[in-house]
T-cell receptor, first 111, second 116 residues
Framework: RKEVEQDPGPFNVPEGATVAFNCTYS??????FFWYRQDCRKEPKLLMSVYSSGNEDGRFTAQLNRASQYISLLIRDSKLSDSATYLCVVLASGGSYIPTFGRGTSLIVHP | EPEVTQTPSHQVTQMGQEVILRCVPISNHLYFYWYRQILGQKVEFLVS????????KSEIFDDQFSVERPDGSNFTLKIRSTKLEDSAMYFC????FGQGPYNEQFFGPGTRLTVL
């Protein structure tokens, strides 16, 4: 069964900390990867796409490791406002572009 | 900033009734999606829609579900005979591109469906 698995949470970190999440995927035909954040009882919002070479957006860095079939998200200098659930989303190629979501990893940033 | 809108925000219905959930995608987007999220569980893909037809659907999207783009702006999800297990948050999303790393989907705020 094709699955997207994420680190169990919650991650409870102080402000200013660096925190990293991993997400593994089982479908080797996966081609596109995304991180979304979801606040409690709200809609998912795109945080960043994950490119093969890795990419950075301010305090957020995403990496892709195709050989080991995982993606990661690094958050530096955590802010209280980063508290949310982070969802890993994978799109496979090969005829079916059904997005598969992970269950999410909860991050709690405390003062 | 353009956004996806959904109505109603909360729908309560009796088991066996039909419901229609409505969405207005971002105006220049061509790809539309419906997802559901049962409370405490992960977001699940239901269906994608492009060029007035379904492009992909999951095993959840069975014969009780249908989608329609009745005009140039609305995108609807109909559930024909609701069951208790249909209770969930239903999210509509849209994207400018259909595949690849540019398939950045923008989600609406969701409709919470409660089936009694």
């Amino acid at each position: 069964r094709k699955e997207v698995e994420q680190d169990p949470g919650p991650f409870n970190v102080p402000e200013g900390a660096t925190v990293a999440f991993n997400c593994t995927y089982s479908n080797s035909a996966s081609q596109s990867f995304f991180w979304y954040r979801q606040d409690c009882r709200k809609e998912p919002k795109l945080l960043m796409s994950v490119y093969s070479s890795g990419n950075e957006d301010g305090r957020f860095t995403a990496q892709l490791n195709r050989a080991s079939q995982y993606i990661s998200l690094l958050i530096r200098d955590s802010k209280l406002s980063d508290s949310a659930t982070y969802l890993c989303v994978v799109l496979a190629s090969g005829g079916s572009y059904i997005p598969t979501f992970g269950r999410g990893t909860s991050l709690i940033v405390h003062p | 900033e353009p956004e996806v809108t959904q109505t109603p925000s909360h729908q309560v219905t009796q088991m066996g009734q039909e419901v229609i959930l409505r969405c207005v995608p971002i105006s220049n987007h061509l790809y539309f999606y419906w997802y559901r999220q049962i409370l405490g569980q992960k977001v699940e893909f239901l269906v994608s829609f492009y060029n007035n037809e379904i492009s992909e659907k999951s095993e959840i999207f069975d014969d009780q579900f249908s989608v329609e783009r009745p005009d140039g702006s609305n995108f609807t999800l109909k559930i024909r005979s609701t069951k208790l297990e249909d209770s969930a948050m239903y999210f509509c999303a849209s994207s400018e591109f259909g595949q690849g790393p540019y398939n950045e989907q923008f989600f609406g705020p969701g409709t919470r469906l409660t089936v009694l």
